[in-house]
């Protein structure tokens, strides 16, 4: 499975992104997708994830209500809305695919930087 993130950028806070993740190779619905981020000397940290097949989805309690992550089985995209942002969400934000409940992602694509200013 191949993963190619989009959409990141620089931000004033208060503002929104979103960011796209798109997914190919062999039967990519077969995993749920999440997205990751990692932000300068901190580990990475779970954002949110959602699972193809049976729509659930989950999200990290420092994103839960700004963030929304959604897909669209045609295309095998899973975008994630980002709203109210702040200058804690700047990351480079990866997006992973793996078994759900996504704790850790199998397949990882390049990240994408969001940068977000005071």
């Known amino acids: 499975v191949q993963l190619q993130a989009s959409g990141g950028g620089l931000v004033q806070a208060g503002a929104s992104l979103r960011l796209s993740c798109a997914a190919s190779?062999?039967?990519?619905?077969?995993?749920?997708v999440g997205w990751f981020r990692q932000a300068p000397g901190k580990e990475r940290e779970f954002a949110a994830a959602i699972n193809w097949r049976v729509s659930q989805v989950r999200y990290g309690d420092s994103v839960k209500g700004r963030f929304t992550i959604s897909r669209d089985n045609a295309k095998n995209t899973v975008d994630l809305q980002m709203n109210s942002l702040k200058p804690e969400d700047t990351a480079v934000y990866y997006c992973?695919?793996?078994?759900?409940?996504?704790?850790?992602?199998?397949?990882w694509g390049k990240g994408t930087q969001v940068t977000v200013s005071s």
């Open positions: 992973a695919a793996g078994p759900w409940p996504m704790t850790r992602g199998t397949y």
């Open positions: 190779g062999r039967n990519p619905s077969a995993y749920a």
